[in-house]
């Protein structure tokens, strides 16, 4: 893409006959000096005290320092690679006060802040200590990929500055919060929230980054998120502009007084595609982009609305906020009113298909006490129990729903769900009963959600609550039974029962050139979508992110290669992709995207396979960690021998079955095999590798590279050293 075709985007910013805004730039200039100068004096300070071959990077993190490498390709890793780099940028800060070198003003302050910033974390120091979070790493990027790409995360807001009130404050990012969207803070707002004690960090998606000059860590975010997501490569800097104005929805909200400094950060958003709202008087403006609004009760519907955020505003009678930003919410024993579940009581949940005449739409009847009824640290059991009518509604989707129920109460604040069926595990903290919670309105989300969110398969629904022990047992049998029933039908959809296979290309908004194929026995790479999920979704929306695929005109039955699979593919990832096989690694693997929950590279010395994943930010025997390699594989591109998978997919007996199955993982996290349980030692057993098989794979208790692993290999006899060659 070229210069002046990106310029398009800021076409009409000025019109020919209005006055420029002289003073506005003026005062990004002023700014851009400052700036620049700040980071030469700190830089030129750090190399004389290290020396120009001293290291510099962010922690965990395969995207050097992301700004520069992103916008201009440079891969730095030394000190004495930036000061080179620093004076280009304060080259291009030019006298002429135009919109044009204003935006250029902002580049040159978005160097000099990365520059900044990155020389706190020298040495591997840790500049930040809870609850500032400074730099974003790589895993917290990936950890929302899924809910960036298919806009559950609506758009990101940049708040700077300091509000009119702390109550003021607070409201404001409440309101943020209920609608989704994922926050950066910096500077004196951080405290305002902190006093009316705010919910903030990296479980409520709003990150407190730090004081000012750590605004450039919600830019690096942005901007690594085109990278991982959207397949741009580094240096390319006109298409990650592009980029980040039609796909990462962000803005940049300051309140408060704005000194010169802040106004050339502001061009550095605008430079990159955000529009930049003030709570102040703005003496000039600039339509769009740099513009005023003082009204605190209107100001983030007018955020949203300037940077073309629309929601469907869903109006759920609870006393407590609903909203994705609640999703990662923990409740500890502290803070805890009630508990269910989890072992410490029977409780289960169930999702029926219901004729017309066996539901009465909205009811939510509650059996057994409610919380009223119990004190502070009770133990409930709970039964709940959803009934669901709709002309399109299939007994294969009650599964698919009733794994909703555990994002949907998690969506409440002060609402706590793990696990599903019957070992699912609820707390309700002390502040949502406070509020008025009740366990009736765990009825009044779910109806409200299953209806917003399924519009087309749900026309009717009921919530039955139990929390009386002989009726939650009655239940608990029921449930059971129909828990039967559905693990006996999905264990005879294999890949070859069935005749078509499903894409899902949720991520393309953010990797374009990249589609998931999910088959009944391999999960999407996300582990979010399965063939049911995708099944569902398609009868949900057509013209959704789901398709069938015809198995058509078979190529290799063996590596899993279709025709008709090969020509969605080529078509849906532009062109990109010829053709793909789903049983293997080597041979044309199925790209990957970045929400992945976990990454699968060769290990040519054990002439096997290693599986990483996003909650291990440790070394592998791969030589790079998941960031990195989460780097090289994701974006859409094919590369043989890597490939990201759901961790369910290990579980399959399609698990690549070409290139010889689940024999051939060597090393993975103990927290998978953890994770995987029970069910890994059945699989291998059934695959006739023994159920010893697992205490066969290597993990980081034994070693964490190849020359380390061999011995344990040599010794437990693993099947892969006695397998054909993998290369």
Not at 514 to 529: I, Q, T
Not at 532 to 552: C, H, M, Q, V
Not at 634 to 656: D, E, N
Not at 678 to 699: C, M, N, Q, T
Request: proline fraction near 5%; hydrophobic fraction near 40%.
């Amino acid at each position: 893409m070229s210069k002046t075709a990106f310029d398009e985007i800021y076409a009409g910013a000025i019109p020919d006959d209005a006055k420029a805004p002289n003073k506005l730039f003026q005062r990004a200039y002023n700014g851009a000096i400052t700036a620049t100068s700040y980071a030469e004096i700190l830089l030129s300070q750090a190399i004389r005290k290290y020396g120009p071959d001293q290291p510099v990077s962010y922690p965990d993190t395969a995207y050097y320092l992301p700004v520069i490498s992103c916008l201009s390709g440079e891969k730095v890793t030394k000190l004495g690679e930036l000061p080179p780099i620093l004076n280009r940028m304060r080259g291009q800060i030019k006298e002429e006060l135009t919109f044009e070198n204003a935006r250029l003003y902002g580049e040159s302050t978005a160097y000099a802040a990365e520059i900044i910033e990155v020389l706190r974390y020298i040495n591997g120091a840790q500049p930040h200590v809870q609850p500032w979070t400074g730099y974003l790493t790589d895993p917290i990027l990936r950890k929302f990929g899924i809910q960036l790409v298919d806009w559950t995360i609506p758009g990101q807001a940049v708040i700077v500055g300091k509000a009119k009130t702390s109550e003021a404050a607070a409201k404001i990012v409440q309101e943020l919060q209920a609608k989704g969207m994922m926050i950066f803070l910096v500077n004196e707002v951080i405290e305002q929230l902190l006093e009316q004690n705010m919910k903030l960090g990296v479980d409520y998606i709003a990150f407190p980054l730090g004081n000012f000059t750590q605004v450039i860590h919600a830019v690096n975010y942005a901007l690594r998120a085109g990278m991982a997501f959207g397949g741009i490569q580094p240096g390319l800097r006109e298409e990650h502009r592009d980029y980040q104005h039609r796909r990462v929805r962000a803005f940049v909200l300051h309140l408060g007084e704005i000194d010169d400094v802040q106004v050339a950060a502001h061009f550095a958003a605008i430079f990159i595609g955000f529009p930049v709202i003030c709570d102040t008087e703005l003496e000039e403006e600039i339509a769009d982009w740099y513009v005023s609004h003082t009204d605190y009760n209107t100001i983030v519907k007018y955020c949203m609305e300037l940077r073309g955020i629309k929601l469907k505003i869903l109006d759920i009678p609870v006393p407590i906020t609903i909203g994705p930003a609640f999703e990662g919410e923990t409740i500890r024993k502290g803070d805890m009113y009630l508990e269910i579940g989890g072992g410490r009581t029977t409780a289960f949940e169930l999702v029926q298909m219901v004729n017309e005449d066996e539901i009465e739409d909205g009811k939510i009847t509650v059996i057994g006490p409610e919380i009223d009824d119990i004190k502070e640290g009770d133990k409930l059991p709970l039964g709940i129990m959803v009934k669901i009518y709709g002309r399109k509604m299939q007994e294969d989707f009650e599964g698919v729903l009733e794994r909703r129920i555990h994002y949907f109460i998690n969506y409440g604040e002060g609402l706590w769900h793990v696990a599903q069926r019957d070992i699912c595990w609820l707390r309700v903290s002390k502040e949502a009963v406070a509020k008025g919670f009740k366990i009736k309105h765990y009825g009044e989300i779910l109806i409200a959600k299953f209806k917003d969110e399924f519009p087309a398969i749900v026309d009717r629904v009921e919530v039955t609550l139990i929390t009386e022990q002989a009726k939650v047992e009655e239940g608990l049998k029921v449930a059971r039974e129909r828990y039967a029933f559905r693990d006996a039908r999905l264990k005879g959809l294999t890949d070859e029962a069935v005749e078509e296979l499903y894409s899902c290309i949720l991520c393309q908004s953010f990797a374009p050139n990249h589609v998931c194929v999910v088959s009944p026995e391999r999960v999407g790479l996300c582990g979010a979508v399965s063939w049911l999920d995708a099944k569902a979704s398609f009868e949900i929306d057509p013209n959704g992110p789901n398709r069938p695929i015809k198995k058509e005109g078979v190529i290799d039955a063996e590596k899993g290669m279709w025709q008709s699979v090969n020509e969605y593919v080529y078509t849906t990832t532009n062109r990109s992709v010829e053709e793909v096989n789903l049983y293997t690694l080597m041979d044309k693997p199925m790209t990957s995207c970045g929400c992945f929950e976990a990454i699968l590279a060769i290990v040519p010395e054990a002439n096997g396979l290693m599986i990483t994943t996003r909650e291990h930010s440790g070394d592998t025997p791969s030589g790079m960690t998941f960031s990195s390699l989460a780097g090289s594989v994701g974006g859409g591109v094919q590369a043989p021998g890597f490939m990201g998978i759901g961790r369910s997919y290990l579980l399959s007996k399609k698990f690549l079955v070409a290139d010889g199955g689940l024999g051939r993982i060597v090393w993975m996290p103990k927290e998978l095999k953890d994770y995987l349980g029970e069910a890994f030692r059945e699989r291998a057993e059934e695959a006739g590798l023994g159920a010893d098989f697992v205490d066969k794979i290597a993990d980081e208790t034994v070693g964490t590279t190849s020359d380390e692993i061999m011995p344990f290999l040599e010794e437990k006899s693993h099947p892969a050293l006695t397998m054909d060659p993998l290369m």
